[in-house]
């Protein structure tokens, strides 16, 4: 068995790897024209960012139906279609034959740098299986979700029972999970336990599906799995008593982050993206979120929904992730009968059942990738990602209501209501800043992965690009909190545009309540809370003038009080919950059905 | 976005030669050669899973009792066979009954009273793969089978529950939006594959089962209903039936549970059959219907396909892939608008919105209305053109 490299490889804990390349070619610098290809099962999309006048600036976006799932099951087709959108929209040429044409010509045709993310290639699939209790399972499980890993969990997934392991439960789990690595955390039980595991992976390890093995535990289990396991799997192992959780921690996401790199690697076999750069949808999303919070000093969550959902979130200087590679509303669908249906049912604003819910699940697991065009599709898709949202914060480690001031996502799709998704964000993640004000911003085009995937190369390109082209202001929304009969007065207050021009207003408790302020206008807000109100933390009754430095910005969609207080609830009968979902819908002008 | 020009095949595929590939799931003997006259029935190949192997059942540590003392705890004596699932061994510990149950289906060959285990050999079953289908064998899959050259027709459904089979159609319900109800399945059935409908319930495929029929083919079915079917002493929520942990797995399930096999052509819930695909169907009364599901594994992507196959192989009739254009016959698939029948109006178009670009296709609904729709909302039902 080796040791388990617990010492990160600069590559592998920034998540870059390098196709690749032709002979003679390094690894790419960014210069003037960069191209990212965002790819994944449901979508490709190739971002062209060019010098505009001494600044990088983007320039265009080309999309096109995923090919890397089957039929096709190779994402070269869909990223060359792509990129031929990129050349219609801008008049360059990009490819010569099969390959990228670089560096950039004095004509403007090429590119000097290509960078490639998302997930171009099906995400690992791994298990942890842990026999005793350990808080080093939390650290593991969290590593491994920071990665392009779909993680099985048997601590969360098979019942607790007596607290030994049941041979018969654990077979029937790894079957399901099929995982091609196993990480093994021995943290206590009998040796009846640690054997119990290592005959079940030994099992399926003779069928061909598990193919590496990851042994945490002392020296003596070590031995042990190496004689069970060692001829058949490709084992490391790391002893907890000598190294850092932490340090253990990083090192399964160095290992898992590599494995997918290499992954990505060796599917590339075509020549069009030789020399480009292959950076991992998380590790983008974390670059972006760490500049955001550096650079605007706000506690920001960034959210990034596509085939899987990433979650980052960097709050006064911490950062929190979690990457859900199997959940989201296209080919990972089925992965959401995970949420109780009385959950996603509690959002909907019509009479509709369990089974509703989970027959609309399934139909769309039939067809992933179809548009939703009715509103019914979308209210039951917000439905599902206000419950995905709120399990995700939690899974980050994130305190229920986090303090958040900023939150970004993207990228928006076809049929999208962005009231809606407003809606969505605010409900799911339930952000309660102490100031009471949050920014909701969307990256419509999808830059927040390619700026993070540039970041690492050139932060100073990417920095450039974040600051004049990433995100659209969708609204500003002021958090309200405390509780009060509903219908009671929560807050009245006044909207002062630099125009001069007035609006007054007063606010239900439980109700929202929208105010138009176009995107580039500023004004000064006035909030007077009634007792037992307040402004985000702030004192209760405390008026709020948001002025001077503190004006609030006009967004898309305006300015949005939202008197619901924290944590938002909802009526347990029936009649009473669809009215009140119908009636925050109807606030904010979004049809109910 | 650049408009691509994509063709599609369409859901019903007439008089074409297919390439069918019929393999079995482990390494197995292939008796089939290449040029072989197959009928459904014919052997292609055999395969035995599980020979060889064995499984230890940790007994001891499942119930919480003594190793020495599992013998007492056995249901069965050591040589029994258990079916999946079947308890092995049984203990009382307060109010509460623990089992430890068979993974598979086996036959117990021994007990380790110093560790407390015993060892399952897995049944072993010689498991024949037929051709399912009238053809000719193309290729030979060393050591998994063949690919069939078959000629006929074929639809492709969205999911079935249930192993596959083969039998000749019969009409048991008159239109497509009609619920095949218990009883209207009567002993006439018996090993047929049933035209059903818009959809059935959990007693109607009891009742099929009852007469002995193969397979029912319906619009949409409840997918409560199919979990009340597949574990009728237990109520399993819908998760642990329809999940699992990620993709790659088709969504057919519990084939060995099925009392019969149910080929859905729409999806979930109460859809019509789209009336082309029931027309289609009814015209062919009498013939083989030979239903292919895939098999526990296939991408997830992959459907059931259902032939109609003649024993005369074609030289050649490719199959007609077509595009969106006047007069191609359609159906709308996003949950809402499940099954809804259109007529496309045109070709494929490029739409810019405020999201990037989508393709897009006017349709006209039966009312008469039109409108666009994007093209990932669309299946071709069929090459044949209805004119404006």
Known sequence: ?593 | MALQVTTFEPVIVEDAVFLIERVVRTAGEVTARVNDLVEPETKLATESSEAGRTLTLHLARELGVAPNTVSRYLTKPIGSAFQAGEAVARTRRGLRVITASAPSAGTLTAVDEATGTATLAPEAPTRELPALVYGQVDTVLEGRGALIRASGARLRGTFAVGGEVWGPLKVAIDRPDRELTPDAITPDLSGAVVLGGMTLGAAAMRRLAEVSARAVIVGSVSEAEVRRVLSPSEVLPPAGVWRSLGRGRALAAGSERAPVTVFVTEGFGRWPMAAPIFDFLARREGQVASLLVPRDGAAPEAPPELYFTVATVEDDASIQRIEPADGVVARLVDPTHLGTVVTCRGGVLLERGPFGAQEVVEVEFTTGTRRRVPLANLELLTAEAQSS
């Not at chain 1, 983008?284 to 979650?311: H, I, K, P």
């Not at chain 1, 980050?396 to 990228?411: F, K, N, S």
């Not at chain 1, 630099?498 to 207003?505: A, K, L």
């Open chain 1, 1 to 593: 068995m080796t040791g388990i490299n617990v010492e990160r490889s600069s590559d592998a804990s920034s998540g870059v790897e390098t196709f690749p390349t032709q002979a003679g070619m390094n690894g790419p610098q960014t210069r003037d024209a960069v191209l990212v290809v965002d790819v994944d099962g449901a979508a490709a999309r190739a971002l062209l960012f060019d010098m505009v006048e001494g600044s990088p600036r983007f320039v265009a976006v080309g999309v096109s139906r995923s090919t890397a799932v089957p039929p096709l099951d190779d994402p070269a087709p869909g990223i060359v279609r792509a990129i031929r959108d990129l050349e219609e929209q801008t008049g360059r040429a990009l490819i010569d034959g099969e390959q990228l044409i670089t560096p950039q010509r004095p004509n403007g045709d090429g590119i000097d740098a290509c960078f490639v993310t998302g997930m171009p290639v099906p995400p690992l699939r791994a298990a942890l299986i842990t026999v005793g209790q350990s808080d080093l399972r939390r650290e593991l499980a969290s590593a491994a979700r920071r990665t392009t890993t779909i993680l099985a969990d048997s601590t969360e997934d098979l019942p607790e029972g007596d607290g030994t392991v049941s041979s018969t439960a654990l077979r029937e789990w790894l079957a399901l999970a099929r995982p091609e690595t196993v990480v093994l955390l021995c943290a206590g039980g009998t040796p009846d336990d640690w054997t119990v595991v290592l005959d079940a992976v030994a099992d399926l390890a003779r069928d061909g599906v598990v193919r590496s093995g990851i042994v945490v535990s002392d020296d003596a289990h070590q031995q042990q799995a190496a004689a069970a396991l060692g001829s058949t799997l490709d084992l490391s192992g790391t002893d907890p008593s000598t190294v850092d959780a932490r340090e253990i921690a990083s090192a399964l996401e160095s290992e898992l982050r590599a494995a997918y790199a290499r992954r990505v690697s060796e599917a590339s076999s075509g020549r069009l993206l030789a020399a480009a750069r292959f950076v991992d949808r998380p590790h983008a999303v974390q670059s972006v979120t760490a500049f955001l919070n550096r650079r605007m000093g706000r506690n920001v969550l960034a959210v990034s929904m596509s085939e899987g959902t990433v979650l980052q979130a960097a709050l006064e200087g911490r950062g929190a992730a979690v990457h859900r590679a199997e959940r989201d509303l296209g080919s990972g669908v089925r992965s959401l009968l995970a949420i109780p249906p009385e959950d996603v049912l509690r959002w909907l604003p019509a009479r509709t059942s369990t089974e509703d819910v989970t027959q609309w699940i399934l139909n769309r697991a039939l067809r992933p990738f179809t548009v939703m065009e009715s509103q019914a599709d979308r209210l039951m898709a917000a439905a599902l990602q206000r419950e995905l949202l709120a399990r995700l914060v939690r899974e980050a480690g994130l305190p229920e209501q986090p303090d958040v001031d900023l939150i970004a996502a993207g990228p928006a799709s076809p049929g999208e209501s962005l009231m809606l998704t407003v809606l969505t964000l605010l409900d799911g993640i339930q952000p309660t800043p102490a100031a009471g004000v949050v920014s909701v911003a969307a990256d419509l085009e999808g830059m927040m992965v390619s700026a993070g995937a540039i970041a690492g190369s050139d932060p100073a390109y990417a920095r450039d690009v974040l600051e004049q082209d990433f995100l659209t202001p969708l609204a500003t929304c002021i958090v309200i909190t405390g509780s009060a009969p509903e219908g009671a007065l929560a807050v009245r207050g006044e909207l002062r545009r630099e125009g001069g021009e007035s609006t007054r207003f007063s606010v239900p408790a439980g109700s929202l309540h929208r105010l138009p302020l176009p995107e580039g206008e500023t004004a000064t807000l006035i909030l007077e809370p009634e007792p037992g109100f307040a402004v985000g933390k702030r004192e209760p009754g405390e008026v709020v003038r948001l002025e001077g430095e503190q004006q609030v910005f006009g967004a898309e969609l305006g300015v949005i009080i939202d008197a619901r207080g924290r944590p938002i609830s909802l009526p347990d009968d029936r009649e009473a919950r669809v009215a009140r979902l119908q009636s925050w819908l109807a606030d904010l002008g979004v049809p109910a059905e």
